[in-house]
């Protein structure tokens, strides 16, 4: 494939080109109260150009690789539409590497059987449970061949293997539906889902116990966050507004995203890690064909970079990142995340506890959006008074000014868990869901403002 | 033709056979931070096909039709895990409507025309206020979407579908203020300069930041955000939720759920959105379906796999993706208007705020039917008159008792949202804001 789309390059009429080429398999199943709903088994192939002309991008998308050639030349009268204002790319590496990430039994290579028999089990001990009358839990393995090449000379290859199991119980009562989630899963071997029967039970507990959980009094609160949310946090407050596409060509947006600029405390590092293995922000090579690597975004209270792609990188005279992600041969590639944390602290998670006279402990989420100002959803909580947790609290919608936060970050635990991802992913420009990881430790943070009735 | 060839070998093995074929051309341009970024174009196609064997049925779908052998032998192996499936698939001698899906004016336009429209879109905003950092996007799709089973279906739908998008973003010290407007619908039915007009409307309180304290006040959901106000009641009437009892609404037909002003339709067959279409993704015709009627819960959405279950018959609400097999989901979702104008609503508010754009609405505990958001725009009112724009402020609440005994008034005006909503106007009495600090 390589060669071939080499060759197609070679003589390409434009000031730089790429093709990247995909095969993507998948298995998914879907469960609700009535056990397992649908089987799907999904295959794609395809082909992506994108073509420099006079300071414009063009783009092709494809299914039929015989016409690559074809789509070339679409993609540079595209290109031509309209003579643009970019540059090019300065110089970057250029890499050939055929990568395969080895993980024990990969779930694409089990039978069709196993899966269903292990992840009917875990359905079926949930709906065990009497206040439990329907489920939404998801299955999806799949494996991701992508080779990318270009017109510099890069050739590389990445073959990778996911899972993502996602249980999530539904309890309901009197018109009242709570739901829990557990997720599995990541960059992983299909045993690594075996073995969880109690887990599961507990899961089924936990969701059951939403139902007796009185709903939060709206307000504002210093709020422990778990490192679900920490992660959640780092990842759509922060991260996003991290990703340079905007900034690169918003003057004004720049002066805020100013490196050497002081957003919290000494206590407060985050980092975008590429090379973070066995989740799904590993990513060996980028879709630009960099190797992907570990950023500092704040490190120690102080904005050290931002993330790039070659676009941004040069518009801003900075170094790339490694950070342009496509969700798959249909689309371009954008500035995105890959595994997305804070860095953990020195005191424990019960000292942090102690510490607040008056609070909420949110645990884990069940989404969020970002930007400026962002908003997350909780799965439930504890009021926390005179540094001990007391009552059970539901419906949490965690909000704050992404700016405002930083600065009320104001203990980070010594504890530190990248969360398995699950089903999930990020969004952004219309590709979704793209696979990330993202997590940190246990964090304190002032003034929080929690949504209620 | 591969359609043919998928639902003769399956059919040699499977008791019953379903095939969705569709392909499309979709071509976009780009604008970012008032320069053209990118002109794209993606030739898509896949065939998904369902096999029932053994009363069950399993789904496999792929984009290389060159070797269909591991389509057919994929459904087969996915129907042996697959649910219990015994209804019959439709056999294509029921009425179709006549729905428009095919518009020329979308599918002609030209990417050089394309990139015309997004450069007069800059120069509108650019040239009424030089602070903002303008992205702009015009996208058009030509299609066919196929589907045939072994029952004696075979319909096909030439499809186009348009949209257009303007993205302002205004960034000042540590204020990074961000709002959009857009229409899409399956013709260029619309003025894409009328959305960029609209826009610069909204803007005009942009600057001036006004705090609001925590309290109850009156919401005011724009036609823009009536989705975001609907997204758990379109989720507590899909017959799958009701079928397995996790939705508010399961066991409620007949009830009173809202308000008598409250009328919600849904109708793929009225050409007015981008989900119009005569039949749905499985071939069952589309119709008109009063889903809540003067605040009376008159039906549920369902395929046949849930209308099965339900021991009713399907409604047409079939969606699917190349990779999902169907389940049920709204198409065109109509609000019926009420007596006043959105402007004399406005007018008669004492204090409140006008939500133009929110987020996160879809994060709670949706099938109960609550709704938790963010205001991400949203104009204080006082004594009836716009003062400013609120930042970080949040709502919640269940949205029966919103659209039931806290509905102050529907507006007589009513605007397409989404590309698929008709939407007028909706107040909501004494909500509770939780604002900063």
């Known amino acids: 494939m390589k060669s071939y789309l080499q060759n197609v390059l070679a003589n390409a009429p434009c000031d730089y080109a790429e093709f990247r080429y995909q095969e993507f398999t998948s298995t998914l199943l879907v469960f609700d109260g009535d056990g397992l709903k649908d089987v799907a088994l999904n295959s794609a192939r395809g082909g992506f150009v994108r073509a420099l002309v006079n300071g414009q991008f063009g783009v092709a998308s494809f299914e039929d690789l015989d016409r690559a050639a074809e789509y070339l030349e679409k993609a540079v009268s595209l290109a031509k539409v309209k003579a643009g204002s970019f540059g090019g790319f300065a110089p970057a590496e250029v890499n050939v590497d055929d ?128 490192p679900v949310l920490t992660g959640i946090f780092a990842h759509e407050a922060f991260g996003h507004t991290a990703e340079a596409d905007d900034a690169a060509q918003d003057e004004k947006l720049r002066e805020i995203m100013t490196l050497g600029r002081r957003f919290g405390s000494e206590i407060l590092s985050i980092v975008d890690d590429a090379t973070y293995e066995g989740h799904n922000g590993y990513v060996p090579y980028d879709d630009e064909g960099l190797r992907g690597r570990k950023k500092y975004l704040i490190k120690e209270g102080v904005l050290t970079g931002l993330l790039h792609d070659r676009e941004t990188a040069t518009r801003m005279a900075v170094e790339p990142t490694g950070n342009a992600r496509a969700l798959d041969y249909r689309h371009p590639p954008l500035v995105r995340m890959t595994s997305t944390y804070i860095e953990p602290g020195d005191i424990s998670f019960d000292e942090m506890v102690a510490s607040v006279p008056r609070g909420i402990y949110a645990r884990r989420a069940k989404g969020g959006t970002g930007g400026e100002t962002f908003t997350f959803t909780a799965e439930d909580g504890f009021l926390i008074e005179n540094g001990k947790l007391t009552k059970h609290l539901r419906d949490l919608k965690l909000q704050g000014n992404l700016f405002r936060t930083l600065e009320n970050i104001v203990a980070v635990a010594n504890d530190f868990v990248m969360p398995e991802e699950g089903m999930g992913g990020c969004g952004k420009g219309g590709q979704s869901p793209l696979p990330v990881s993202c997590g940190g430790p246990h964090m304190l943070v002032k003034n929080v403002q929690i949504g209620g009735r | 033709m591969v359609v043919e060839e998928i639902l003769e070998r399956a059919g040699r093995k499977a008791d019953k056979a379903e095939v969705i074929f569709s392909e499309y051309e979709t071509t976009s341009v780009k604008f970012k931070a008032g320069e053209l970024h990118q002109a794209a174009v993606i030739d898509g196609r896949g065939a998904g096909l369902r096999a029932f064997a053994g009363g069950r049925v399993g789904y496999a779908s792929t984009t290389d039709l060159g070797d269909i052998n591991d389509l057919v032998e ?241 409604t047409g609400h079939a969606r699917r993706t190349l990779t999902q097999p169907p389940s049920p989901g709204a198409s065109n979702v109509i609000v019926e208007p009420g007596e006043n104008t959105s402007a004399q609503l406005i007018a008669d508010t004492k204090i409140g705020l006008l939500l133009l754009h929110a987020a996160g609405g879809s994060m709670g505990n949706v099938r109960s039917g609550e709704l938790s958001a963010a205001a991400a725009y949203a104009l204080k ?57």
């Not at chain 1, 045993?191 to 109690?198: I, N, P, S, T, Y």
């Not at chain 2, 072994?150 to 961000?178: K, P």
């Not at chain 2, 609120?390 to 008034?409: P, S, T």
Request: proline fraction near 4%.
């Open chain 2, 381 to 437: 009112i006082e004594n009836g008159e716009i003062v400013g724009r609120v930042k970080d402020c949040i709502f919640g609440g269940n949205v029966f008792e919103m659209l039931g005994r806290r509905l102050r008034a529907i507006s007589s005006d009513t605007r397409r949202s989404e590309g698929r909503y008709m939407a007028p106007t909706v107040v909501v009495a004494d909500q509770t804001i939780t604002a900063k600090g």
């Open chain 1, 99 to 226: 990568v395969e990430i080895d993980v024990p039994r990969p779930a694409h290579r089990v039978d069709l059987d196993e899966k269903v028999a292990v992840v009917s089990k875990y359905n079926d001990i949930l709906l065990g449970h009497d206040r439990i009358p329907s489920t939404d839990t998801r299955y999806r393995d799949s494996h991701d061949y992508r080779v990318f090449v270009n017109t510099e000379g890069t050739a590389v290859s990445v073959k990778t293997p996911r899972l993502g199991l996602s249980l999530r119980p539904l309890a309901s009562e009197g018109g009242v539906v709570q739901m829990a989630i557990n997720n599995y899963g990541g960059i992983i071997g299909f045993d690594h889902v075996l073995g969880r029967e109690a887990e599961v039970e507990e899961l089924a507990v936990r969701a059951a116990s939403l139902l007796d959980a009185e709903p939060v009094t709206g307000g504002t609160y210093d709020v422990v966050a778990d």
């Open chain 2, 74 to 314: 994929g459904a087969l192996a996915a129907a042996k895990f697959g649910r219990k499936a015994e209804y019959e698939l439709p056999d294509g001698t029921a009425e179709y409507g006549d729905v428009k899906t095919f518009d020329d004016a979308a599918a002609k336009i030209s990417p050089e025309a394309m990139v015309a429209l997004g450069e007069q879109a800059l120069e509108m905003i650019m040239s009424a206020d030089s602070r903002y950092v303008v992205d702009v996007e015009v996208d058009r799709t030509v299609g066919r979407t196929r589907i045939a089973n072994t029952a004696g279906l075979d319909r096909s739908q030439d499809r186009t579908g348009y949209d257009f998008a303007a993205i302002v973003r205004r960034t000042a010290e540590d204020d990074i203020f961000y709002h959009y407007d857009y229409d899409a619908s399956v013709a260029r039915d619309f003025d894409e300069m009328a959305i960029v007009r609209r826009l610069l409307e909204t803007l005009k309180w942009a600057d001036d930041i006004v705090d609001v304290p925590t309290g109850k006040m009156d919401l005011i959901f724009d036609p823009a955000e009536v989705p975001t106000l609907l997204f758990p009641v379109v989720t507590c009437v899909n017959g799958a939720y009701v079928a397995d009892d996790s939705s508010a609404l399961a066991g409620r037909l007949g009830e009173e759920v809202a308000d008598p002003r409250f009328t919600m339709i849904d109708d793929a067959t009225d050409g007015f959105g981008f989900m119009a279409g005569s039949f749905d993704g499985e071939g069952t015709p589309a119709r008109r379906t009063a889903v809540i009627e003067k605040g009376v819960l008159k039906s549920y959405l369902t395929d046949l796999a849930t209308a099965w279950r339900l021991g009713t018959a399907s």
